[in-house]
C-alpha cells in the first residue's frame, strides 16, 4: 500500500497540485470522507472478533495509563468509563480528572472510585491542565488520554499493546474513528491513510482518541499538553513528537467513538481553533497559512484517504 501511494498518488497529487483539479480533490475529499456527519443514525457495527484477543502472560506486559478529563460531562461520562473498564486490560492505570463539575459527577466517579486508579474534582484552567494533572499520577510505559464524551471500541488496548510489543522502534500509534451521535448511534466513520509526516505539519486529521505513545517520547517532549491551546493541544503535541523523529504509526483498525453533539469543543470553539491553527502554522512554516492553503500542501495524504475509503466500502480494508 504504501509503495502505491510513493509510485502513483504522490505523483498525481505533484501533477493535480497546480491545476483546478486540486480543488476539486479537497471538495471530493469532504464529500466523501466527511469530517462528522455521513448518514442516518444506525447501530454500531463492531466486528465479533475485535470482542476476542489475546496477550502475553501478565508479568510481560506494560502498564496502559489513560487519563481522562471533564466537565460537566456527566450525562456522557459513565458511558466512557464502561467502555475503558470493559477493555479488561490486566495493566490498567485509569485517572480521571474532573475540572469542578456540578451536574452530578462526583457522585458517578464516587461509583465507580474501587475500579479506576485515582479520581479528583477540583477546579483548573481548562483541559490542558486538567489532562497534566492526571498524568502526573500515572507510571504506564503507554499512555493516552480519553475525553469524557468519547469511548474505546471493544479489543482496543490489547490491539495497540501487541503492536507496540512487536515493535520497539514504534513510538506513536494511531487508528481510525467511528463517528456517533448523543445517543451513541453511528453517524460516520474516518478513514486515513497510512501516516506522513509532512502532511500532520498541515493537517491535523489523526483521531485523538485512538492516539497512544510511549511515555520515552512523551518525556523526551517535556511531558505536558500546552496548556495555552484549548482546541489544538493534541496537535502541538503530534508536532513536538515530530520535532523528536518520533516513529509513528496509523494502525488499520477502528479504536474509538468520537462523540458529535451541539456542546463539543470541535463545535463551540471552531472560532478559538482557528486561530490556534495559525499559531501553529507560524511556528512550523513561519507565516500564517489559511486553512485551503494548508489542505492543498497536503493533497497527496488527501488523496490517499479517499483511496482507504474506496477500500473500506468495498470491504477490504479495517473491516
Given at each position: 500500500m504504501n509503495r502505491f501511494i510513493a509510485l502513483f498518488l504522490h505523483p498525481l497529487a505533484k501533477l493535480i497540485l497546480t491545476t483546478k483539479a486540486g480543488k476539486a480533490v479537497?471538495?471530493?475529499?469532504?464529500?466523501?470522507?466527511?469530517?462528522?456527519?455521513?448518514?442516518?443514525?444506525?447501530?454500531?457495527?463492531?466486528?465479533?472478533?475485535?470482542?476476542?484477543?489475546?496477550?502475553?502472560?501478565?508479568?510481560?506486559?506494560?502498564?496502559?495509563?489513560?487519563?481522562?478529563?471533564?466537565?460537566?460531562?456527566?450525562?456522557?461520562?459513565?458511558?466512557?468509563?464502561?467502555?475503558?473498564?470493559?477493555?479488561n486490560y490486566p495493566k490498567l492505570e485509569y485517572i480521571i480528572q474532573d475540572g469542578g463539575s456540578t451536574d452530578g459527577t462526583v457522585n458517578l466517579?464516587?461509583?465507580?472510585?474501587?475500579?479506576?486508579?485515582?479520581?479528583?474534582?477540583?477546579?483548573?484552567?481548562?483541559?490542558g491542565e486538567a489532562i497534566n494533572r492526571g498524568f502526573r499520577h500515572t507510571t504506564g510505559e503507554i499512555m493516552g488520554w480519553l475525553n469524557s464524551d468519547d469511548l474505546l471500541l471493544p479489543g482496543a488496548l490489547a490491539y495497540v499493546v501487541n503492536y507496540f510489543l512487536k515493535h520497539p522502534e514504534v513510538d506513536v500509534v494511531?487508528?481510525?474513528?467511528?463517528?456517533?451521535?448523543?445517543?451513541?448511534?453511528?453517524?460516520?466513520?474516518?478513514?486515513?491513510?497510512?501516516?506522513?509526516?509532512?502532511?500532520?505539519?498541515?493537517?491535523?486529521?489523526?483521531?485523538?482518541?485512538?492516539?497512544?505513545?510511549r511515555r520515552q517520547i512523551w518525556e523526551t517532549t517535556g511531558g505536558y499538553i500546552d496548556e495555552s491551546y484549548q482546541y489544538a493541544m493534541d496537535w502541538e503535541l503530534l508536532l513536538r513528537f515530530i520535532d523528536a523523529r518520533a516513529g509513528f504509526y496509523r494502525l488499520p483498525r477502528f479504536l474509538g467513538a468520537f462523540r458529535v453533539h451541539p456542546a463539543q469543543k470541535t463545535t463551540v470553539l471552531i472560532d478559538l481553533g482557528r486561530k490556534e491553527k495559525q499559531r501553529l502554522y507560524k511556528r512550523y512554516h513561519g507565516r500564517i497559512m489559511?486553512?485551503?492553503?494548508?489542505?492543498?500542501?497536503?493533497?497527496?495524504?488527501?488523496?490517499?484517504?479517499?483511496?482507504?475509503?474506496?477500500?473500506?466500502?468495498l470491504g477490504l480494508f479495517a473491516r
Open positions: 479537497l471538495v471530493f475529499n469532504r464529500r466523501f470522507n466527511p469530517v462528522l456527519h455521513q448518514y442516518a443514525p444506525i447501530p454500531i457495527n463492531i466486528p465479533k472478533y475485535y470482542y476476542t484477543y489475546s496477550l502475553p502472560s501478565e508479568k510481560n506486559l506494560p502498564v496502559v495509563s489513560i487519563v481522562t478529563p471533564n466537565l460537566n460531562y456527566g450525562h456522557f461520562l459513565e458511558e466512557t468509563i464502561k467502555s475503558v473498564l470493559a477493555q466517579l464516587n461509583k465507580y472510585r474501587s475500579e479506576i486508579t485515582y479520581a479528583e474534582s477540583c477546579e483548573d484552567s481548562g483541559q494511531y487508528g481510525l474513528r467511528v463517528n456517533i451521535n448523543i445517543e451513541g448511534k453511528e453517524i460516520g466513520r474516518r478513514i486515513i491513510p497510512p501516516h506522513d509526516d509532512k502532511a500532520l505539519k498541515y493537517v491535523d486529521l489523526i483521531p485523538q482518541e485512538t492516539l497512544f505513545w489559511e486553512v485551503s492553503e494548508a489542505r492543498t500542501q497536503a493533497i497527496p495524504y488527501l488523496l490517499g484517504s479517499i483511496w482507504q475509503s474506496v477500500l473500506y466500502y
